[in-house]
Structure formats: C-alpha cells, structure tokens
C-alpha cells in the first residue's frame, strides 16, 4: 500500500461520506476486513477519487446512477449523503434516480427513492 496515496484517499473519502462514517467503518475493521479497507481507501478513493479528469460533483453522480443501477442500497445511501458533500442538489439527485428508472428498471428505481429520501430527510437537505 502506498501511504501518500492511502492519505489521499482517506481525505476524499472524509471529505465526502463524513468522518462518522468513515469512522465507523474503519473502527469497526477486523484482521479480516482490514486489507478491504486499505483497498477501498487507497484504490476507490486515492487511485480514481483523486484523479483530476472529473471533479467530485461529476463523480458522484456516476457513482449515484451506478450503485442504484445495481440496486445496492447501503451504499446508495452513503453516496446520496456523499453527493450532497459533493455539490449536488435533491433535485439534481431525483434527475439521476428517474434516469435509472427508464434505463435500469424501475424496481431499482423506487428502492433508490426511498433510500434517498430517508437520507435527505436524515440530513434535512427537503
């Protein structure tokens, strides 16, 4: 692991889903899970997170439009938290959701709703 890209990463990834829960995740590591975390701080957010070719708006709305495609909803919620960090608006977030709705299904369409507004509401961001 590299450290300066590993620091990186963890300060993007602060900056973007918070420091509860960055470290709830990190407190809550095992020896087990703990190369997990290295990778996901160092590779998602230090690698790709920190490159230049997109600001961190624009990554988070591809990241919104693919975990919701995929229907994951534990992490759709940490990114809908992180997309508001990140510059985007509720309604701007809705945009994205209907989006997937017509191109991914709308099964993932309404679970993504109903985690998104939970988080907005959570955030009294509507």
Known sequence: MD?????KGMEIRRATLGD???DKA???????????????????WGEVWGREGLDR????????AMIASLNRQHELAAHVRGAINNGLTPDEIKEILLQVGIYCGVPAMVDSFRTAR???EEMEAI
Not at 26 to 44: A, K, N, P
Not at 57 to 64: D, H, L, M, V, Y
């Open 26 to 44: 990190i407190d809550g590591m095992s020896d087990f899970t703990r190369e997990l975390q290295e990778l996901v701080t160092t590779y998602c």
């Open 3 to 7: 450290k300066a890209t590993y620091d």
């Open 20 to 22: 509860a829960y960055v």
């Open 57 to 64: 708006k624009t990554r988070s709305t591809i990241n919104i």
């Open 118 to 120: 939970a988080v907005l």
